[in-house]
């Protein structure tokens, strides 16, 4: 009977240490198991992680790379943009040396001053904005190109005493494009604020004929400023960028009054009027006095 329990007993007790056994194989295989996954898992993560961060890396790395070219593009826009600057008031001052004895002479030489700045300077703006976006670097070459279409329309009224209109300007630009690339246009805007500084420059043309005795045509000087101001008061207000505008109609206004008034004290009072120093015109009380008597 002992003998019987005792056996009983010991395979109880094996049966016991083998199930443990196999519990502990489990648990251990679950564990590895378990650490295995984790270690995956974490390896994954660490995968996306660097390739996330490198992705960023390389977005930033263009996005700088954009805007150094787009610096460097706007200070070699601004540079040529000086030129054209500087090269334009060139032809202003020449045609302002124009008299009724060397129209010709004078107006030829500025014809070809003009077409200097269009193919030595101007080329460079279109060289550089042909095919891009031009009103991201507006404000880089809009003086340069003000002052060229005032040079451009002074020449013109000289020339033939009509405006020189936006359509014939950009019309002499295009062959100075790409044909097979978007070409740069000079846009309503910038025309209008050079059409605006134009009129300073008729107001000195005027005043500096009517001290030469052209009288007439510092009045058709006048009518024609008088016009462009008056068709001006109508655009502006509409406009949404005016502020330049705006400013530059004050100076404008200011600009067709001194030749209005230039002009009428001519007109009214008539005899005291000296159209020039010495003067052979009989309507001039210094007829025959020479300039050593003064």
Same mark, same amino acid.
């Given at each position: 009977?002992?003998?019987?329990?005792?056996?009983?007993?010991?395979?109880?007790?094996?049966?016991?240490?083998?199930?443990?056994?196999?519990?502990?194989?489990?648990?251990?295989?679950?564990?590895?198991?378990?650490?295995?996954?984790?270690?995956?898992?974490?390896?994954?993560?660490?995968?996306?992680?660097?390739?996330?961060?490198?992705?960023?890396?390389?977005?930033?790395?263009?996005?700088?790379?954009?805007?150094?070219?787009?610096?460097?593009?706007?200070?070699?826009?601004? %540079?040529?943009?000086?030129?054209?600057?500087?090269?334009?008031? %060139?032809?202003?001052?020449?045609?302002?040396?124009?008299?009724?004895?060397?129209?010709?002479?004078?107006?030829?030489?500025?014809?070809?001053?003009?077409?200097?700045?269009?193919?030595?300077?101007?080329?460079?703006?279109?060289?550089?904005?042909?095919?891009?976006?031009?009103?991201?670097?507006?404000?880089?070459?809009?003086?340069?190109?003000?002052?060229?279409?005032?040079?451009?329309?002074?020449? %013109?009224?000289?020339?033939?005493?009509?405006?020189?209109?936006?359509?014939?300007?950009?019309?002499?630009?295009?062959?100075?494009?790409?044909?097979?690339?978007?070409?740069?246009?000079?846009?309503?805007?910038?025309?209008?604020?050079?059409?605006?500084?134009?009129?300073?420059?008729?107001?000195?043309?005027?005043?500096?004929?009517?001290?030469?005795?052209?009288?007439?045509?510092?009045?058709?000087?006048?009518?024609?400023?008088?016009?462009?101001?008056?068709?001006?008061?109508?655009?502006?207000?509409?406009?949404?960028?005016?502020?330049?505008?705006?400013? %530059?109609?004050?100076?404008?206004?200011?600009?067709?009054?001194?030749?209005?008034?230039?002009?009428?004290?001519?007109?009214?009072?008539?005899?005291?009027?000296?159209?020039?120093?010495?003067?052979?015109?009989?309507?001039?009380?210094?007829?025959?006095?020479?300039?050593?008597?003064?």
């Amino acid at each position: 009977m002992l003998l019987c329990s005792s056996a009983v007993i010991r395979r109880i007790s094996v049966s016991w240490l083998i199930m443990a056994n196999n519990s502990n194989l489990k648990s251990h295989r679950q564990s590895r198991s378990a650490d295995a996954s984790m270690a995956l898992e974490s390896s994954t993560k660490r995968a996306r992680t660097m390739s996330t961060h490198s992705s960023i890396k390389d977005a930033f790395s263009n996005y700088a790379d954009y805007l150094n070219a787009l610096n460097e593009k706007r200070e070699r826009i601004v %540079k040529a943009s000086r030129d054209v600057t500087m090269n334009s008031k %060139k032809v202003i001052f020449q045609v302002h040396r124009i008299s009724k004895n060397n129209k010709e002479e004078v107006l030829e030489k500025a014809e070809k001053d003009l077409a200097a700045v269009r193919d030595q300077h101007i080329s460079r703006l279109v060289k550089e904005l042909q095919g891009t976006d031009f009103w991201k670097l507006r404000r880089a070459y809009s003086p340069g190109v003000q002052e060229y279409v005032e040079a451009a329309t002074f020449f %013109k009224f000289c020339q033939t005493g009509t405006l020189l209109n936006l359509d014939e300007i950009n019309a002499s630009l295009l062959p100075l494009s790409d044909p097979s690339i978007e070409p740069l246009q000079i846009n309503l805007l910038d025309y209008l604020l050079g059409l605006a500084d134009l009129t300073g420059e008729l107001m000195r043309l005027a005043i500096g004929r009517i001290s030469d005795g052209e009288v007439e045509f510092s009045e058709r000087i006048c009518q024609f400023v008088r016009e462009i101001y008056r068709e001006l008061t109508l655009v502006v207000p509409l406009m949404d960028d005016s502020y330049d505008m705006k400013t %530059k109609m004050i100076t404008m206004l200011q600009s067709v009054v001194k030749i209005e008034n230039a002009c009428f004290s001519v007109r009214v009072r008539g005899s005291e009027y000296i159209p020039l120093l010495g003067s052979s015109d009989p309507s001039s009380f210094l007829v025959g006095v020479s300039d050593a008597e003064f």
